[in-house]
């Protein structure tokens, strides 16, 4: 037996004894048999959601001829009448033409959309009502640590691969390109080249996330083990302007800021170690007329803890201009509200 499915099968056991804890089940009932347990209704569960889910998913490659780059990954369809499917920015790279593979081996061309390689997205379009299943996004702020996920993709190259796992962390910041805007969801659930654009779902099918980088691992052909995914809150709103043809227009906030540490946090009189300590504010900026100020800590936006800098500018990049939301901040030894009507990015 292999290393790795050695690790598979002690996972196993470990995932069914913490299952068996969560349901409540005593010892008496576990010696019935797994045939008596609810874990069977649990597995046909996961395998009805895998398989409702696969129908929206689609393999992506590019024509030739048609651009360079990579051209070949994971999508997934989000409107099936309008022909709107989500992948990433960096499996389309220069191609404009794409066949779209469906997992009942139907096949549709499509044309890009459009493409914003600063957070990873890209939209084709194909014929209208030509996919029978779309997905619907989900909340992925609802999102905690420990919470269940299912990737589905074609890891190197294995269409419809169903792989399921765990959140391990929120609001990573890998910096993949310049200026890029990035709070990435990492989970376990496999993914692997190939798998780039497709789906991260939560327990109810609903998509939180769009799968786009791997790291960790044993080298470059060996498993990687931590994943990450595009939160749908940063990604939904980039998509609609794409689909929509329209330009990407990012919020503006107007300052430069950078995480807090915890030495920095009890100068300021913080007992805790998140939030973004604001150094400079650009005159007659959002953030000015809203009354930020340098020195300032933001807490939270509309009621959400902003754990880093990275964060805050993924956020509000990706929040419409005009919206006014309501900054949580510490100044002078002191929690304010302050609202922000938020501006476009020049």
């Known amino acids: 037996m292999s290393v790795h499915h050695h690790n598979t099968k002690v996972l196993t056991v470990i995932i069914a004894v913490l299952l068996l804890s969560f349901l409540g089940l005593h010892t008496s009932q ?9 874990l069977l209704e649990l597995s046909d569960s996961i395998a009805d959601l895998s398989a409702t889910a696969s129908q929206a998913t689609v393999f992506i490659e590019g024509l030739r001829d048609h651009g360079d780059g990579r051209g070949s990954g994971s999508g997934f369809v989000i409107d099936a009448m309008r022909g709107i499917v989500v992948t990433n920015s960096h499996v389309v790279g220069e191609h404009k033409a794409f066949m779209i593979r469906f997992s009942d081996g139907r096949e549709a061309t499509g044309n890009v959309l459009g493409r914003d390689p600063q957070t990873d997205l890209a939209v084709i379009k194909i014929p209208a009502a030509s996919a029978k299943f779309e997905m619907a996004w989900g909340d992925s702020d609802e999102l905690r640590p420990g919470n269940l996920v299912m990737a589905i993709g074609s890891p190197l190259g294995l269409k419809g691969t169903t792989s399921l796992g765990v959140v391990s962390a929120l609001h990573r910041h890998l910096n993949l390109v310049e200026d890029s805007y990035e709070d990435f969801i990492q989970h376990d659930a496999f993914i692997d080249h190939g798998s780039s654009g497709g789906p991260l779902l939560n327990m109810r099918g609903e998509v939180i996330g769009i799968n786009t980088a791997i790291g960790g691992g044993h080298g470059d052909d060996g498993w990687r083990g931590i994943s990450y995914a595009i939160p749908m809150q940063i990604a939904k709103r980039y998509v609609e302007e794409l689909a929509n043809g329209g330009e990407i227009k990012r919020g503006f906030l107007g ?29 007659d900026s959002p953030a000015d007329n809203g009354g930020i100020k340098a020195k300032d800590v933001i807490l939270a936006i509309d009621g959400r803890e902003i754990s880093s800098s990275s964060e805050l500018k993924a956020r509000v990049a990706a929040v419409e201009p005009g919206t006014r939301l309501k900054f949580t ?18």
Not at 30 to 38: C, K, N, R, V
Not at 261 to 280: F, I, P, S
Request: no cysteine; glycine share 8%; proline share 2%.
């Open 255 to 283: 300052l430069s800021g950078e995480s807090l540490d915890a030495r920095t946090a009890k100068l300021r009189g913080l007992d805790h170690a998140y939030g973004v300590l604001v150094t400079n504010v650009l005159a």
């Open 329 to 346: 901040v510490w100044s002078r030894r002191r929690i304010v509200e302050k609202t922000v009507i938020i501006g476009v990015k020049p």
């Open 30 to 38: 576990a010696d019935q048999g797994f045939e008596d347990l609810s």
